[in-house]
């Protein structure tokens, strides 16, 4: 009797953990097929989208708008006196806040290229202006992206493909990251030589390849180009057309507007002893 007792016992036992296993079972393989199902779909060169920004989709009824374009490199606090040209290149962190407090506080939205190129067809904002930083360098994401996506604004990062990953440079993941929070990347060549000194193949590979690079990271069309150095000449800015790209900046100081060849766009050089103040004249 005690054996058939526990015979029924084990059989019993047994029939629960087939319960326990057949429900489990039934579980997972719920779960793995809804994961899946949510899986975004490969994409291919044929869904490269432009960047995603808010706007406004009524015509403007203006005939030219003055945009201000920032050139902005390092965000950091750096004075080495044996590196002029890397302290000249470097805004305290406190000064490119307050500089970002002072746009946000006093009428300015920062907008993309896609933008300032959607004009007249879609209206620009009363005071738009364009941030851009130069070389993809880590403080870059560090100390400038993370105060304007905190902030809600926008701005243009400048990548060097092949410097991607060096323990300086952003990596490809924040690359990724930072499109796809609405902030336009666009190229700044492969390895940055002065372009004006290339054979017409290594400067299309150098504007064909890295554009091809940053689409395939973003999934975006790439319609920005930065000239290296601001060097650049009539043939460069043929070649930068034809490569497919809609906009190029240089390193000439001036305030530019939507009337302006769209490829020799000029910028305002941000410099490490800016005051405010004085920020604020230049922009105007």
């Known amino acids: 009797m005690e054996r058939k007792s526990k015979i029924k016992l084990i059989l019993t036992i047994a029939a629960i953990v087939l319960i326990i296993v057949g429900v489990s079972v039934f579980y997972i393989w719920n779960k793995i097929k809804a994961d899946t199902t949510n899986y975004a779909p490969v994409v291919t060169e044929g869904d490269l989208q432009t960047t995603q920004v808010t706007d406004n989709p009524e015509p403007d009824s203006r005939s030219e708008v003055a945009v201000p374009i920032l050139m902005y490199h390092h965000i950091r606090n750096y004075n080495d006196p044996a590196d002029k040209i890397g302290t000249n290149l470097s805004v305290p962190p406190e000064n490119f806040k307050a500089q970002i407090d002072y746009l946000k506080n006093n009428g300015y939205a920062t907008v993309t ?4 190129l959607d004009f007249p067809t879609k209206k620009l904002p009363d005071k738009p202006i364009i941030l851009t930083f130069d070389d993809g360098y880590l403080d870059g994401y560090d100390a400038a992206f ?9 701005a243009v990062f400048y990548i060097i493909t092949d410097f991607l990953g060096r ?7 924040q690359v990724k990251e930072i499109s796809e929070t609405n902030m336009e990347i666009g190229s700044h060549t492969l390895n940055h030589p002065d372009s004006t000194k290339l054979s017409p193949d290594k400067l ?10 940053l689409e395939a990271l973003t999934k975006k069309n ?5 000239y290296p150095s601001g060097q650049h000449n009539a043939e460069v800015d043929t070649a930068v057309k034809n490569a497919g790209y809609l906009t190029a900046t240089t390193t ?17 050089r941000i410099d490490p002893t800016d005051s405010l103040a004085y920020f604020a004249d230049k922009i105007k």
């Open 222 to 226: 790439v319609i920005s180009f930065c």
């Open 252 to 268: 000439s100081l001036a305030i530019s507007s939507t009337s302006e060849n769209k490829y020799t766009l000029s910028r305002l």
């Open 204 to 213: 299309n590979d150098e504007l064909t390849k890295s554009k091809s690079i």
């Open 113 to 116: 290229f896609q933008q300032f």
């Open 146 to 154: 993370q105060n304007l996506k905190a902030n809600g604004q926008v």
């Open 167 to 173: 323990p300086d440079q952003m990596t490809e993941a």
